[in-house]
DNA sequence: GTCTATACTGTGATAGAC
DNA sequence: GTCTATCACAGTATAGAC
């Protein structure tokens, strides 16, 4: 093994697989150190405590969500940023499944923390840029089950397709855009029935 | 206190409410006991173990799953027999958030667990029944997204707006099941892209 | 920088008094 | 049926050898 791989980064990374297989809670430091090939102790070492380890895991993922939703919140409401923002969160879910399915599996019993309210804070964010104005309930729900469903349709997808019918990530983001585009793009002049 | 309400019941209820919002790992027999008004030892007398507390609380609304999605595959592919599924669907996850809250957020970590192992299968079978002729990927993320995105829109609804907006649950039910019915109703002579 | 050894806390679960 | 007392164990975290 090439002595580049630094251990603080092969912990890192066990960490983030054992909590998003496992769960935050269920994770102990000793599971995190086997996997990696080190000792409890040396987990310990680079990161002072069990939160640090998952503000280290999925910290750069919650960045990128940040600037994500904020980008669309700051932009304009045209079709095209819409466009663009659903091109965007499609790649962020493909390219952090590991931290997106940490965060929504185990997001709700880890409030508090700062990197989940962090993300929660920038998912509220933008839950109220689209309520905020007199939208029907229809719309925002739209909007919920777009954004929800292409989540954790990947997610579920990383529970169940893990052992057979393995997708090529290419075809599944065009389908989620595609999804997504029809569900989002022409939903100003969609009926409300 | 009536009598009439019995403590095996109590008890339930406040580990639901537990595990579905601090998470199964995280709730301990003593917070459930201390929140019912019983002792710990009190909660083991009724259930033998954690896990039967667990399959206690969301065991009916794992049965309901069941027929439900059984009911589903069974029957014809016909639009009304999708209509009322649809509002099955819905009805399912409003009368029974909190069971699903956990499902949802816990289900992962809880593999092996033979209720969580029912859910799964009545899942994967939906999940087959869909895939199993040759749709064409956009039609199965539509079903995944709509299924996924309804059932974790009204999870992160219990999570966000739990405390402001408090929506009634008719109005609720009816814009899901109108964005339900737009991306599943008509999917059969959509275009692929 | 990584390890061993250990302290301390809290857990699920059992036994037995009432 | 509910309680107190206790168990064995796993968890995080600390101290210090090398």
Do not use: W
Request: proline fraction near 3%; hydrophobic fraction near 45%; charge should be negative.
């Amino acid at each position: 093994m090439p002595s580049r791989v630094r251990a603080s980064d092969e912990l890192r990374q066990a960490a983030l697989e054992q909590f998003a297989t496992v769960g935050f809670a269920a994770s102990s430091l000793q599971q995190i150190a086997d996997h990696a090939g080190y000792s409890k102790s040396s987990v310990l070492y680079h990161y002072a405590s069990k939160e640090a380890l998952l503000e280290a895991a999925i910290g750069p993922a919650i960045d990128l969500l940040e600037t994500l939703l904020g980008d669309f919140v700051a932009g304009g409401r045209t079709g095209a940023a819409r466009a663009t923002f659903i091109e965007s969160f499609v790649d962020f879910l493909l390219g952090n499944r590991l931290a997106v399915h940490t965060f929504v599996n185990q997001g709700q019993s880890l409030r508090g923390l700062p990197v989940i309210e962090r993300a929660n804070t920038a998912i509220r964010g933008l839950a109220d840029s689209i309520c905020d104005d007199d939208a029907p309930l229809a719309e925002q729900m739209r909007f919920g089950v777009a954004l929800a469903g292409a989540t954790y349709t990947l997610v579920a997808g990383a529970t169940f397709l893990d052992d057979e019918q393995k997708v090529a990530d290419g075809d599944v983001r065009e389908a989620l855009i595609s999804v997504l585009s029809e569900l989002l793009l022409t939903a100003d002049s969609r009926p409300t029935r």
